[in-house]
């Protein structure tokens, strides 16, 4: 598997895990305070200003509650020549800060980099960090894990831990209610999503079926707050352990639905995917009832949501799924 189809099948499926940290709704902000994860306790003893990211989306909530992080990760998946996501640029070059440095972390933690950094605290609530690399990390500075598997934790929960650990639990309610709200505005705004069925999956060069996600991923939940269903296919699949299921495209009729949500990774390769004689007479794309998210950074965003990355992306997603739900 490659890295690619790795990161949008096993990392991003388990962001819809619940899981939460200790950190949920908005507590009386005062230190210490102590955050219990994988690997057993941390505590924060005052408020952190040099703050290092780890992972995915957790350099969103950082930025969304007006902090900027010292340091976060490469993101080259979406991001820009320097592997910085579009909205994370946008709300960097808003605070009128420094920017980060950008770390890459895929092959090893870079651990004397951080070292240098001189960081107050280490958050990774959403990240793939082993025990040893955690107590490396721990050794630098105060490190908040996620709280039982890796890749684990929905964008609220994370939002509302990174609001702990930064003073600022009833900024974070507040910006989780926010975006919560723009998803019910929404809905509101399209009576014709309500009860409709869909089916959210990805097609991937060089693989012989579609990758559908199951009803916990993360993308799952979002369409859900549109007000549309998951297709009684998808929820007979996710009866069964993982986060999402290669469907064989003899099979796809076993995934029907009023819409099929289809990520790809754009170009001429993934073009030729929909040529596909068994893919072109599957009910919804025959019908046109289909939406097609490529682009990387469009993809990311509609794949690990965050505080920044639903507005940055919601509107061209509403639309093209108005459009395929005529």
């Given at each position: 598997m490659t890295i690619t189809r790795r990161i949008f099948t096993l990392g991003l499926a388990a962001i819809g895990m619940a899981a939460a940290l200790t950190a949920p709704a908005a507590a009386q902000d005062t230190y210490p305070v102590t955050?219990?994860?994988?690997?057993?306790?941390?505590?924060?003893?005052?408020?952190?200003?040099?703050?290092?990211?780890?992972?995915?989306?957790?350099?969103?909530?950082?930025?969304?509650?007006?902090?900027?992080?010292?340091?976060?990760?490469?993101?080259?998946?979406?991001?820009?020549?320097?592997?910085?996501?579009?909205?994370?640029?946008?709300?960097?070059?808003?605070?009128?800060?420094?920017?980060?440095?950008?770390?890459?972390?895929?092959?090893?933690?870079?651990?004397?980099?951080?070292?240098?950094?001189?960081?107050?605290?280490?958050?990774?609530?959403?990240?793939?960090?082993?025990?040893?690399?955690?107590?490396?990390?721990?050794?630098?500075?105060?490190?908040?894990?996620?709280?039982?598997?890796?890749?684990?934790?929905?964008?609220?929960?994370?939002t509302l831990t990174v609001g702990k650990a930064l003073g600022k639990s009833a900024e974070a309610q507040a910006l989780v209610d926010s975006v919560n709200a723009r998803f019910a505005d929404t809905a509101a705004a399209h009576p014709e999503f309500k009860d409709k069925t869909f089916t959210f999956g990805s097609l991937w060069v060089g693989t012989a079926g579609m990758n559908v996600y199951s009803a916990t991923d993360p993308r799952i939940p979002m369409v859900e707050q549109l007000g549309l269903k998951v297709s009684p296919g998808v929820l007979e699949l996710s009866k069964q352990p993982g986060y999402f299921f290669d469907v064989s495209l003899e099979n796809l009729a076993s995934v029907d639905a009023d819409v099929l949500i289809l990520l790809d990774e754009g170009g001429p390769e993934a073009d030729a995917l929909y040529q596909n004689d068994l893919i072109r007479r599957f009910a919804p794309v025959a019908d046109g009832r289909m939406l097609r998210l490529n682009g990387k950074s469009y993809v990311m965003a509609t794949s690990a949501p965050s505080p920044l990355s639903i507005p940055w992306m919601l509107d061209k997603f509403v639309a093209g799924l108005a459009d395929a739900a005529k």
């Open positions: 955050f219990t994860h994988a690997f057993g306790e941390t505590t924060l003893a005052a408020k952190p200003e040099r703050i290092v990211t780890i992972g995915w989306t957790t350099q969103d909530a950082v930025l969304a509650l007006g902090e900027v992080p010292v340091a976060i990760p490469e993101q080259m998946w979406g991001g820009d020549e320097k592997g910085v996501l579009p909205w994370v640029n946008d709300a960097v070059a808003a605070s009128g800060k420094p920017a980060p440095a950008v770390i890459n972390f895929d092959t090893d933690i870079p651990y004397e980099q951080l070292l240098a950094l001189d960081p107050d605290v280490i958050l990774a609530p959403y990240s793939g960090i082993t025990q040893d690399q955690y107590g490396r990390l721990s050794a630098i500075a105060p490190t908040i894990a996620y709280a039982k598997d890796p890749w684990a934790g929905s964008w609220q929960d994370i």
